[in-house]
């Protein structure tokens, strides 16, 4: 494939932003924070324009482009004072520095980019099992290295439930299951709803790019 498909603006751009929101990250939340499939398709996403990788962005529109519309429904819900899944709720946790709660707004524009990133590189019909290993293997690092729901860590700020495999309640783990069953069909779900069908659209959408092209 060849190069300069995307402007050297936008790779400065997200490296500047990625570079600002790691270091205030890792302060406020703990390296942690980057095992949820938001950040970590964040940070795929600033590689993947630098070496203009279509699979890498397919990766990440495939495993976020409908988590973070969801996202941005429930955010948009608590600005207008409606309850509606609670995700959003740490954006106006005045606990929280106003400035750091600003920079996870990337959750809104981060989208759109990849969209745009897909009409410039084209889609990689491989992105469904290579994010589908990548979320894999982060939930096998998030359910049995990181605090379940219901933890109190010494750091309140501190991620708990990370990619929600105990459920939708940090408060405490779901209990109408066995909990390590909840985790394989949390991530079956996830897989049904949310990846394959945006693999299914984005596939027919974008021209897909051949295997080994980039």
Same mark, same amino acid.
């Given at each position: 494939m060849?190069?300069?498909?995307?402007?050297?603006?936008?790779?400065?751009?997200?490296? =500047?932003?990625?570079?600002?929101?790691?270091?205030?990250?890792l302060h /406020?939340y703990?390296?942690?924070?980057?095992?949820?499939? &938001?950040d970590?398709?964040?940070?795929?996403?600033v /590689?993947g324009?630098?070496?203009?990788?279509?699979?890498? =962005?397919?990766? &990440?529109?495939v495993?976020?482009?409908?988590p $973070?519309?969801?996202?941005l429904?429930?955010?948009?819900? $608590?600005?207008?004072?409606?309850?509606?899944?609670?995700?959003?709720g740490?954006?106006?946790?005045?606990?929280?520095?106003?400035?750091?709660?600003?920079?996870?707004?990337f959750?809104?524009w981060?989208?759109?980019?990849?969209v745009?990133?897909?009409?410039?590189?084209?889609?990689?019909?491989?992105?469904?099992?290579?994010? /589908?290993?990548?979320? %894999?293997?982060?939930?096998?690092?998030?359910?049995?290295?990181?605090?379940p %729901?219901g933890?109190?860590?010494a750091?309140?700020?501190l991620? =708990?439930?990370i990619?929600?495999?105990?459920?939708?309640?940090d408060?405490?783990?779901? /209990?109408?299951?066995? $909990?390590?069953l909840y985790?394989?069909?949390?991530?079956?779900?996830?897989w049904?709803v949310?990846f394959?069908?945006t693999h299914?659209?984005?596939?027919?959408?974008?021209?897909?790019?051949?295997?080994?092209q980039?």
């Open positions: 060849s190069r300069n498909k995307i402007p050297l603006s936008v790779k400065l751009a997200g490296t =500047i932003f990625l570079a600002v929101l790691v270091p205030v990250y /406020t703990g390296p942690t924070n980057f095992l949820w499939f &938001c970590a398709a964040l940070m795929l996403t /590689t324009m630098w070496l203009e990788n279509p699979l890498l =962005i397919s990766m &990440c529109a495993g976020i482009l409908l $973070q519309s969801i996202w429904a429930d955010f948009g819900c $608590q600005l207008l004072g409606f309850h509606l899944l609670g995700l959003t740490y954006m106006f946790d005045h606990r929280l520095p106003l400035f750091t709660r600003g920079l996870s707004l959750h809104g981060l989208p759109v980019l990849l745009w990133l897909l009409f410039r590189l084209g889609y990689d019909k491989r992105a469904l099992a290579a994010w /589908t290993a990548l979320a %894999a293997g982060l939930g096998f690092v998030c359910y049995f290295f990181t605090p %729901a933890a109190h860590p750091d309140p700020n991620p =708990i439930n990619n929600y495999l105990y459920g939708f309640n408060q405490q783990p779901q /209990t109408w299951i066995n $909990q390590h985790v394989v069909l949390w991530l079956l779900v996830l049904l949310a394959l069908p299914l659209a984005l596939r027919k959408i974008f021209a897909a790019s051949k295997p080994g980039h």
